[in-house]
């Protein structure tokens, strides 16, 4: 009897942390960014644009983007990171839409970038860049990162996003 009822609250322990881990999964930021970055440059003044889609139906807020370019450094004992921050134009969001496909608007995609001429200060092979994008579910307030890292030149395109639910960089005539 006692066996019995220890093991009955066991297994319902387990059910309700593994329910409690999934309904975490589930309401925790997804935002996707994008493989590329669109070269928005216009004669001599450099605009250099990432993009980033909320996945998640319940819209994120506090969005916080931060880029780096990182150059390993060698170092006595191993490599070392040098890191640089890239400034952006507006690096802070109120808050990203919920993901609707039927959004005319696409309030769930949002780009943001940078005047510094990302061709220039990228000098070395061993360079890369890295965007952080920090962002708080809606509904549950928990926090999530999502990163992206840009490990050659040849992930920057001249032109622009395509609107909306894609990454696509389209040229600009």
């Known amino acids: 009897m006692i066996g019995e009822a220890l093991f009955i609250g066991v297994v319902a322990s387990l059910t309700a ?3 409690f881990l999934y309904v975490m999964f589930k309401v925790r930021p997804s935002i996707h960014i994008g493989p590329e970055i669109a070269d928005c440059s216009d004669g001599d003044k450099a605009r250099f644009a990432f993009k980033l889609i909320n996945r998640r139906r319940c819209q994120v807020f506090e969005v916080t983007a931060q880029v780096l370019l990182i150059t390993p450094v060698q170092a006595p004992g191993g490599p070392v990171n040098s890191i640089r ?14 993901f609707n496909r ?16 990302l061709r220039a200060i990228w000098t070395s092979e061993s360079q890369y860049i890295r965007v952080n994008v920090v962002s708080k579910h809606a509904l549950s307030g928990f926090s999530g990162i999502s990163t992206m890292i840009f490990h050659t030149k040849g992930q920057i395109r001249k032109g622009k996003f395509r609107f909306g639910n894609s990454f696509a960089i389209e040229s600009v005539e």
């Open 85 to 98: 921050e890239i400034s952006l134009l507006k690096d802070s969001f109120f808050e990203v839409g919920r």
């Open 17 to 19: 942390s593994l329910v």
């Open 102 to 117: 039927k959004d005319a608007d696409a309030h769930y995609a949002l780009r943001f970038g940078t005047a510094e001429d």
